[in-house]
């Protein structure tokens, strides 16, 4: 049984991110506001190194590895981002990094995997096993296994850019957060809870994917078939083993938003926030736009803006 | 004689648009430093309200309104974002604003100054002289001119953005600005003559419409036909007898960039930097791209990121 990351532990990986990772910016749009009904403060994780709060897990836990381990090697499977976060701490760091892939990954992220100096193995997402894949390179050849959410470290790690938030603006109301296997919203929920305990936290999965609500309401984690959804990001088929206690103890509640909901909040981050946000970094604002309280603070993360442009182009241009 | 600007009216400014305006972020990508061979530093003006520079000038120039002028109100004309900023200024302020706009300018930008809700007054940018008809509205109605770009309150609030950049990085050994008619290359100028003396200030141009490299190398204000080029908040055609002498004075050089640059750049700053940019707000980039002395520290100035979606897409699908 591997222990449940704690505040204490967001705070050791803030410090060791530190000079390695963005402290990305927080937004503001009044016009935003206004729409919504309430002061929303968007984390722009899309503006984090290689695109994505991912960097900040990858880079806290390959910067706990032991001298053999950096020595041997670290391997990930990944459905993008991870994948390229654990290759830039990699190479930062100087530890070789394998990265299990599905085959129809975005170009652009496979793309900028092989770009940061790892080695890129592909699979099939629908008919093999990336864990299976995982945990038989780290056997054969020595490497240490970094899962994209359910390690104790990338936890923490990805608990960082809430910590951020909160130290930046103070105390929020609510905090909407995409949630694929997690990682970002158990470790944003224990952020939240120590600098400002009242907020609520809602994780926001993509309709055709909503494992964890479904673990939640059944009191155990359920898998589901793999999703068929424009959030690429959180085609994530069940909850961890570590990340579903926190979850279950620490969400107010777990929403949804559709792929056409996403592809709208896409169109008014690039019109009104000026910015690149992927399907996936969406989730948070499209759930906030529906359901945030009136009036109130509110905290939006924005997880990564990885997006192929011709896909970008042909979302926004409706 | 109007006096010039300099760089205590500089501070003033920035004193006058604290808690009105966003301090908005500095971005910097290493992928980005690594292709230029230098270190660049982005002053992003494309989050700034309204989605540009423009309204740290407007808000400058309308915050020093006698009670009199208030009451009147404003006019002013401009191809797009300056008319924007005088709307929002004006509602901030509970001043009315009339505005001036070509029949072509961007729908978005069009939408956005009623959305304000000042009155709009169209005209023929290829057969009507706009400074005419701001003059004579300002006549009848009694309003107070305020022109986009040669006006003290105007130049000194633009400064703002590179005394922002200065205070946020430190020295810079150069700094790219777009250049229009000189408003915000002018205040930059004066900013960075102050906070670091010894920087290179070059002013970019439309390849397509180069009147102010042409006034400087004449050694007086040329005068151009309106140019065709997709940088439209650069579609000036002569500098402004305030600007002029400033930017005769201080900027190192005037370089140009192409439309097809301009598209590129927009392309990197989605794709990697994860920002929308209009084309006007890539001059600054697609000349450091090309010309940024290597490996020094360079500021890049960013003006704005209001450009129609549908276009946006267009342009970045390649």
């Known amino acids: 049984m591997i222990d449940a990351p704690t505040f204490a532990d967001v705070r050791a990986a803030a410090d060791r991110i530190r000079g390695h990772a963005h402290r990305t910016p927080v937004l503001t749009s009044r016009r935003v506001d206004d729409e919504v009904g309430a002061q929303l403060f968007f984390k722009c994780e899309n503006l984090q190194r290689m695109g994505a709060f991912k960097f900040r897990g990858a880079f806290n836990a390959l910067s706990r590895f032991e001298e053999e381990q950096r020595r041997n090697g670290v391997v990930a499977y990944s459905s993008g981002n991870h994948a390229q976060a654990i290759a830039l701490a990699g190479r930062i760091l100087g530890i070789p990094?394998?990265?299990?892939?599905?085959?129809?990954?975005?170009?652009?992220?496979?793309?900028?995997?092989?770009?940061?100096?790892?080695?890129?193995?592909?699979?099939?997402?629908?008919?093999?096993?990336?864990?299976?894949?995982?945990?038989?390179?780290?056997?054969?050849?020595?490497?240490?296994?970094?899962?994209?959410?359910?390690?104790?470290?990338?936890?923490?790690?990805?608990?960082?850019?809430?910590?951020?938030?909160?130290?930046?603006?103070?105390?929020?109301?609510?905090?909407?957060?995409?949630?694929?296997?997690?990682?970002?919203?158990?470790?944003?929920?224990?952020?939240?809870?120590?600098?400002?305990?009242?907020?609520?936290?809602?994780?926001?999965?993509?309709?055709a994917g909503d494992d964890v609500r479904q673990s939640i309401r059944s009191g155990r984690i359920v898998h589901i078939p793999a999703p068929s959804t424009i959030a690429d990001g959180a085609q994530t088929q069940h909850p961890g083993e570590i990340t579903f206690p926190i979850l279950q103890r620490e969400l107010t509640d777990v929403l949804t938003a559709t792929d056409d909901e996403l592809v709208d909040a896409m169109r008014v981050f690039a019109a009104t926030l000026k910015i690149v946000v992927e399907p996936t970094g969406c989730l948070g604002f499209a759930a906030a736009r529906r359901a945030a309280p009136a009036g109130k603070r509110v905290g939006v993360l924005i997880s990564g803006g990885n997006v192929d442009l011709d896909r970008f182009a042909a979302l926004i241009a409706g």
């Open 97 to 207: 990094a394998t990265i299990v892939m599905p085959h129809d990954a975005p170009a652009s992220k496979i793309a900028a995997t092989e770009g940061y100096g790892a080695t890129v193995v592909r699979y099939d997402r629908y008919t093999e096993d990336r864990e299976a894949i995982g945990a038989a390179l780290a056997a054969e050849r020595g490497l240490t296994l970094i899962p994209p959410y359910d390690h104790p470290d990338v936890i923490a790690g990805q608990g960082t850019a809430t910590l951020e938030l909160l130290e930046d603006v103070g105390e929020l109301d609510a905090l909407y957060l995409p949630l694929g296997g997690g990682g970002l919203s158990s470790g944003a929920a224990l952020a939240a809870r120590a600098l400002s305990p009242s907020c609520q936290v809602f994780g926001v999965e993509p309709e």
